[in-house]
């Protein structure tokens, strides 16, 4: 289906849904009733728009999670937020080890050296920079909302937001109410797995009422793995044990002035990696030492808002540090004959600041205008390292504690951008909108002083039986600096959005995104292992996409009927990838031709009985190269004509049900229903080796995901029991792109029952 025939489909249906829309409910729900007992879906409040809007009244594809939504379902990562939000996929090797994406705009879900196709906010922070590192999976209590918007959002987000932003926000102290709330939740992996703990809870002081308040959420999750390393002779090797907290104070001393500072900490540290080779048996992984993604995040925030007559003034900012260690056993990469290992420290030290000006509603125009700097300081610090035992088998000398390889640098970036976007209301029904935001960015590379060696040589040519006793030479490198040459990119956005009665949007937008040019850190760096194989080029470009799309939300029947539908065409060229030399598997990005995304994407609920919620979120995708040299399919292992790494089919079906037990008592009862269809984890061929199958090619498994809860609510205590992964799926969710790691395939956890108790004051 071509891009006219998915825009008659949706201007079709929304001229039908005219004609029959009656206005939607308007009476808000409290945000702390179940989802079987609230309104219309349409009263739901985000910020998309960087606003305060009606979900249904946003002429943009978005999901949008509550709180009570989250507990309910028990969503506590990016895991479930993924499922639930049409077109969206998580890869994820290990917790903070994860990339999320959108409307196919995937070439691999690993993104080795690129900047991320979503990008992951907490609040005003950027958390998700380039693909092959640690990226925080936040822990999900006491937030505001968990927004997805889909399609490009480069206008209000910035360069790595291509095929959409996740904003997880955090929630404001209440200035004039003491509230406290605690959720324990214990589960139970009967099926060769563990014990899962997670303890969260949350207090909050209006300290001078009206005026001033604290809100302090305290967590610790010890949640034991369910994948045994035989390498390491570990069971349940992948636990996870993550800790932390933040408080925020809201200072408000008068009606127009607002102040809140924001101090978080999480320490997430997961044992050992996810991934299993299935062929050493069910949930079984090898390696020699864990692999692991370890983060521990520090977070400032102040955040200034003052309400100017006919406009908001809001200056955020932001200042982070995160301790990160990326240590993974890369033996895979010559198939477990020669250790190798790769232990990095990497510190990322990130200051954000945001100021906009946002217009009061109301009038003929709707306006945003703003500035944004980020500046991003990573060290990293690193060694590859043998063992002593292979070393002295061999005869190798020459090489302290078996380093053969150091490394590191100082990475200093920046971006600086402007941004606007304004709404004109031609007519109460119909509104145009259009937006830009112009960056520039850059920065500078400081390599320290560290040295190689011929190790994988030797060791390759003592394996194969030839004698390489001796003392290993060494070539030390020098300290260098490197500046990135600064660039500069827009990206902009037109839209017209028409209300042929309150209860109904439709619209259309054309969007375009792009992302940061990269530049390859051993750029001009020769294979060790093979002299004549392919030199690592400078970096990769930009890439360019534009997204075309139409849509319609709506309800009817006093918002018993609600349903959001979209329709998209997405023109992505110059696309960035990552490619891998084949002789070492040193990892690259450079750029190839052009890409073409295409699909629907459906969010409808219905309430046909008081207490009763049936949903159905989908998405159907079509994506797949369309363009590509003889050249660029070399380096990259890309066909033309390739499908992309996305599901055609993914869509999750759910229901809840509350109801009276008598006595003040109430029940309700929950389900989710997941499918996510099979797609590849990357191109069909090896790079440099044209015509060549990558032998690392495979793809997921198409699979079913089924949850269950139910439980009762008496006054300010709720106890729930709940099934995950009631049909306990083994199907394969991911699988790791690269031959670096010997087990690659990630698995859902199996069916895990438990209990979640909760209280709120």
Known sequence: MNRFSYTSSLVALAVAAAATAPAAAQNAPAPDTPAAERGAADEIIVTATRRNARLQDVPLSVTAFTQTELTQKGLVGFEGVARETPGAVLNQASDNNARLTARGISTNGWGAGLQTTTTIYLDELPLSTVGNTVTLNPNLYDVERVEFLRGPQGTLFGSGSLSGALRVLTKSPDLSHFDASALVDIGLTPDGGGIRQRYNGMINLPLAEDVLGLRVVGFHRNEEGYVDNLGTGVKNANTLKNWGGRAILLFKPTDRLSIRLLGSYE???????ALITPALGERKRYSTIPDQYTSKTQIYNGTLEYQFDGARLTSSSTYSVANNLFNVDLGGTFSLAIPFYLFDT????TFVQE???VSDSGGKLDWVVGGFYLRRHTTLDGVQTSTGNFLSGLGITGLTDAVFYKFGNDTRTYELAGFGELTYHLTDQLSATGGIRYGKYGGTVDTHAGFNSQYFAYALAGIAGVPVAGRLPVTPNAAATTKYPSASKASWKASISYKPSPALTTYATVSTGYR???YNARAGVASTVDPSDLIIPDGAGSDKLTNYEVGVKGGWLDGRVHANLAA???DWRNIQVQANRPSDSVQFATNVGAAVSKGLEAELTLRPAR??????????????????????AAISGAVDGVRLASPHLQGSFFGSYGYDLGSGAKGFTSFQIQHVGSFPNGFPNTPGKPGVKNPLYDKTDAYTYINLQTGIRIGKLTTTFYVENLGNSRAT?????????????AILRPRTIGVRVGYNL
């Open 568 to 570: 998209y065409y997405i």
């Open 516 to 518: 940061t040019p990269v």
């Open 267 to 273: 320490d997430s540290d997961p044992q050992d990696s």
């Open 733 to 745: 969710v991911y699988i790791h792109p690269e031959a670096f790691v010997y087990s690659r395939y």
């Open 346 to 349: 990497i510190k990322a030290r």
């Open 611 to 632: 207490g009763l919620v049936l949903g159905l979120n989908g998405s159907l995708n079509d994506a797949k190269v369309t363009k590509l040299s003889t050249q660029e």
């Open 355 to 357: 100021t906009r000006l």
